[in-house]
């Protein structure tokens, strides 16, 4: 893939097509890399994302506000995004990041993510990059229930089972797999009362957990 290919995705020709380049070179590579622009991105991002779900969820609170937006923008959310755009596949990495797996690592993808959106921000100004934030960010809100305020599946499964007086779930890493850089954990929830057992993976213990408490708590919510 190019970056014409890019800016498809993203709605967006830059008239500045080196801003793109720099947020597309991780620091390994050469100067100037992305650094600074994933610190302009950042801003940006959190501004645009504020802005969006603050129109979205007119009832909420300060707070709730504060949560959704935390399940909006975080690192494994922006890792995936910057996956369905294929960005690890344009980012000029160094010999060694790139045989370390850096194309593939969430962090790193999600800071190119960041630059991005800060380039864009340099290359047209926030009303353009607001533009891209919503259409990436809209769909995850589509089927969002704004009754759970913005919580994760931990917290609400952990809530759920209070409400019923019920035992708490209990978190086991039952596998991992992959190198140090790149590893994949396997995650058990069991719930003694009712008899549920899920298994959730990511590629951290706290993202399995959460996969693993989001499918216990849908199995809790289709028994009644």
Not at 58 to 67: F, I
Request: a negative charge; proline letters at 4%; one cysteine or more.
């Amino acid at each position: 893939m190019d970056s014409d290919a890019l800016c498809q995705k993203l709605g967006y020709i830059f008239s500045r097509p080196e801003l793109l380049r720099q947020a597309l070179t991780h620091r390994s590579h050469s100067l100037p890399h992305n650094e600074r622009l994933e610190f302009l991105g950042d801003s940006v991002l959190n501004c645009a994302v504020a802005a969006l779900i603050f129109r979205n969820f007119p009832n909420l609170t300060e707070g709730s506000l504060s949560r959704v937006r935390a399940n909006l923008v975080n690192q494994q959310s922006l890792a995936e995004l910057a996956q369905s755009l294929e960005l690890g596949k344009l980012i000029s990495f160094g010999e060694g990041e790139l045989k370390s797996g850096g194309d593939r690592r969430p962090s790193i993808l999600a800071d190119a993510l960041e630059a991005v959106l800060g380039a864009i921000y340099l290359d047209s100004g926030f009303a353009q990059a607001e533009k891209v934030v919503t259409a990436l960010f809209a769909p995850s809100l589509q089927d969002w229930d704004a009754q759970t305020q913005g919580k994760d599946p931990k917290t609400l499964l952990q809530e759920y089972l209070q409400s019923r007086k019920l035992a708490l779930p209990v978190y086991s890493v039952t596998a991992t797999s992959g190198e140090a850089h790149q590893q994949q954990f396997t995650v058990e929830c069991m719930i003694p009362k009712p008899d549920i057992r899920t298994v959730g993976e990511g590629p951290s213990r706290r993202s399995a957990e959460q996969e693993a408490a989001k499918r216990a708590y849908e199995q809790l919510l289709s028994q009644g």
